[in-house]
């Protein structure tokens, strides 16, 4: 079976379209390219995708109601995300993590810093393995939940199977694995995106409040994730680890 990653490209701009796809494809992926929403959606209908590169601004269906839509599906709910957006549209980028997408890059861009993106969103999502060192293949458990880290699978304490973007599960893994112990956004940034984190970025806000959503009894009054004002964010809860 073909392993090559497989990277589908979304820009109305031909020229990105077709620049980024030779740069890409020099760098050793497969890739695929469309011009608009109908576009992707085919290409998801008839092949494994690793990875979308979404522009925000698209004719028809905008980039952030397809992120919604790919959160939304079975079958595209876990595919990594890296949104393009306008430079300087900070509301944009906090819009495109809250419905879903993994990381960002404003245009105009660099093809190579493109790639160091998608390298570390496919590292963090296809190679769990990488993830915890000596908890890989290990099950960390706290209030009820169970985390299998092989799996890179979450289960509510009534063994519901909750869905994660490659975002929330980083996130959620760097605070099990440093549990009752205040870290901060820099920290956070670090763990759990692989990269120095960027002046005033809030984007570790907007995956906090994302994940709050799917593991906090009440999002609004947290007991798991707390806030620890100037300082960052208290994961509460006892951790275990088991097989």
Not at 10 to 27: A, G, K, M, P, W
Not at 32 to 42: N, Q, V, Y
Not at 204 to 229: G, H, N
Request: one cysteine or more; hydrophobic letters at 40%; glycine letters at 8%.
């Amino acid at each position: 079976m073909d392993r090559t990653p497989h990277l589908l490209v979304v820009d109305d701009d031909r020229e990105i379209r077709n620049l980024t796809s030779q740069f890409l494809t020099r760098h050793g992926y497969r890739v695929s390219t469309a011009r608009d929403g109908a576009e992707m959606l085919k290409t998801l209908e008839v092949g494994r995708v690793d990875l979308i590169v979404l522009d925000l601004m698209l004719p028809g269906e905008d980039g952030l109601s397809l992120c919604r839509r790919l959160r939304a599906g079975s079958a595209t709910a876990s595919i990594p995300i890296v949104m393009l957006t306008a430079m300087g549209e900070e509301t944009d980028r906090i819009i495109g993590l809250e419905m879903g997408a993994d990381d960002y890059l404003a245009k105009p861009f660099s093809p190579r810093e493109l790639l160091a993106r998608i390298k570390a969103v496919l590292r963090r999502a296809g190679a769990p393995q990488a993830v915890g060192g000596e908890t890989a293949a290990k099950v960390l458990r706290f209030e009820g939940w169970s985390l299998d880290v092989a799996k890179r699978e979450l289960r509510s304490p009534d063994g519901v199977l909750v869905q994660l973007s490659a975002g929330e599960y980083d996130l959620l893994v760097a605070f099990v694995e440093h549990p009752q112990r205040v870290l901060t956004r820099d920290q956070l940034l670090d763990l759990a995106r692989g990269r120095a984190a960027v002046p005033f970025d809030r984007s570790i806000d907007v995956q906090v409040s994302r994940l709050r959503r799917k593991i906090e009894p009440d999002p609004a009054d947290p007991t798991l994730i707390k806030t620890v004002r100037g300082g960052g964010y208290l994961f509460t809860a006892q951790v275990t680890v088991g097989t």
